[in-house]
């Protein structure tokens, strides 16, 4: 991975501000909307931002971006491929072809002096030679995740050299961006955070508008990185406690829970619902290490006895997830999926008894009476540890690791899976996220199933007391703590 000086930034616009994680200072910018009036300078150059695809994110980012600069000079058109079923979703939100903010997706290109790619993963790397051609020379070129630089590094391809590359990545789901920047019309602040990269600067406006872009969309605070950093951190991160884990984790956890004896109304709450509610909850406000402690001395000797046991298998997991990201066979898997779903389309995962339980169990729902259950805490700690270590180790930035390992799971994807079931977020998120989590989801499972608990289970083997140790004296408690600092004061809306 490259290395990247964190803190090193320089910005014209924004105020950058510093925070220290475990010893390391990294540079950010606070958002909010007294900023938006900020916006005009970081776009200077820009007369038209161009946002490409009506996906989750595009959506979101194209009706932020075009209602945090309404009164200036700056327009917002979206693009769509000519005859795209989401024409009339645009037109519904306000982008239309009479008033010129509704397009075809290479005339978009070709008009605007910032482009926003916001299209597939799997559209992204068949149509860049089409879209490097129709880009103006001097133009800014926009990702929301680093997977087109993992793709052309493979094909020994490069971004064209006559224009900025820069990624805003909000580390949420495209509703909540959109849902909190409208609730942050009332409180200050609300919104979704994210990370910011300058991949190529030939304008030497490159950084003043990446962050003039994640302000517009409403975070509360943007951090720095490098696009390769983002997309390996992120395609890692879908694949295992954002997405891919937390799904084998609490099946896993299900079956076990059941063959205790649980009713299936019983086991998805200890499971299921244990893990998006009060344990996601609390290491929202509290870190991990807030949720060991709230545990009696019970509960935290059932905690560490699951932890040292998951710890192995998160770790095991996520070292592999990193180093098949890494190697390039990730992104291929996800190309060659592509051209198989045409004629293999992905099942649904929710009619599945499990996920039918899981639709009753929520009807009567009462969240203040869900249990704490401190095995399943341990589970979910330890494998999410697991991929906080393995981050560490590769050297990315901590503000990266916290948002990409804790932060968005539990205080974006985590809710969205309590309010409508974990198998919900698996079969309505991104291709590459659906495609990562089906694949690696069964891992976890297994892993756990036929090493983690019968380890846990085993009192005749003393488990390993120092991983426990190790988890409370973990610098990353002292990072979230920090960076619990700057969380915003509302919980994410679920729409």
Not at 149 to 174: H, N, S, T
Not at 253 to 273: C, I, K, N, P, W
Request: with cysteine; glycine share 10%.
């Amino acid at each position: 991975m490259d290395e990247i000086s964190v803190a090193e930034f320089r910005t014209d616009v924004f105020d950058k501000e510093y925070i220290t994680l475990n010893g390391t200072r990294e540079g950010i910018v606070v958002g909010g909307r007294h900023l938006l009036d900020r916006l005009p300078r970081a776009f200077e150059g820009v007369d038209q931002i161009g946002v490409i695809g009506w996906g989750p994110q595009a959506s979101a980012q194209s009706q932020n971006l075009r209602d945090s600069l309404a009164g200036s000079d700056v327009r917002v058109v979206v693009g769509l491929r000519a005859g795209s079923a989401s024409a009339g979703a645009a037109r519904a939100a306000g982008f239309t072809e009479q008033d010129g903010t509704l397009g075809e997706m290479f005339e978009v290109i070709a008009g605007s002096d910032m482009v926003l790619l916001l299209i597939s993963d799997a559209a992204q790397a068949a149509l860049h030679e089409q879209i490097f051609a129709a880009l103006r020379t001097g133009a800014t070129l926009g990702l929301s995740h680093g997977f087109l630089l993992g793709y052309l590094d493979q094909q020994g391809a490069r971004f064209p050299e006559g224009i900025d590359v820069i990624a805003v990545c909000p580390k949420g789901m495209g509703a909540s961006v959109r849902a909190l920047y409208l609730q942050g019309a009332e409180t200050n602040g609300a919104g979704i955070n994210a990370s910011f990269a300058v991949e190529q600067d030939v304008t030497g406006r490159a950084t003043d508008r990446a962050l003039g872009w994640s302000v517009g969309l409403g975070a509360p605070y943007t951090f720095r990185t490098t696009l390769r950093s983002e997309y390996l951190s992120d395609l890692t991160g879908e694949r295992a406690i954002l997405l891919g884990g937390v799904h084998g984790i609490v099946e896993s956890l299900y079956r076990r829970f059941r063959e205790q004896g649980m009713g299936e109304t019983d086991a998805y709450r200890h499971s299921v619902d244990c893990v998006t509610g009060p344990i996601s909850r609390t290491v929202s406000r509290d870190g991990l290490i807030g949720l060991y402690q709230r545990l009696d001395d019970a509960g935290r000797e059932i905690f560490a006895r699951a932890y040292a046991a998951a710890y192995p298998v998160g770790l095991e997991l996520t070292h592999e997830i990193y180093d098949e990201v890494r190697s390039g066979n990730e992104i291929r898997s996800v190309i060659l999926a592509g051209e198989r779903l045409a004629r293999f389309p992905m099942g649904r995962i929710d009619r599945a008894s499990m996920w039918r339980a899981g639709e009753v169990a929520r009807r009567d729902r009462d969240d203040e009476q869900l249990p704490l259950d401190p095995f399943t805490a341990g589970v979910f700690c330890g494998v999410m540890m697991g991929q906080i270590d393995t981050f560490i180790e590769y050297g990315h930035p901590y503000s990266e690791i916290a948002n990409e390992s804790v932060i968005e799971a539990t205080d974006s994807l985590n809710p969205y899976m309590h309010a409508r079931g974990v198998a919900f977020m698996v079969d309505n998120c991104s291709t590459t996220a659906r495609l990562g989590s089906r694949k690696w989801a069964p891992r976890f499972d297994y892993l756990l199933t036929q090493t983690a608990y019968p380890s846990a289970d085993d009192t005749n083997t003393q488990w390993d007391t120092t991983l426990v140790k190790a988890f409370e004296q973990h610098p990353i408690h002292e990072v979230l703590r920090e960076c619990a600092r700057l969380r915003p004061s509302v919980d994410i809306f679920v729409a």
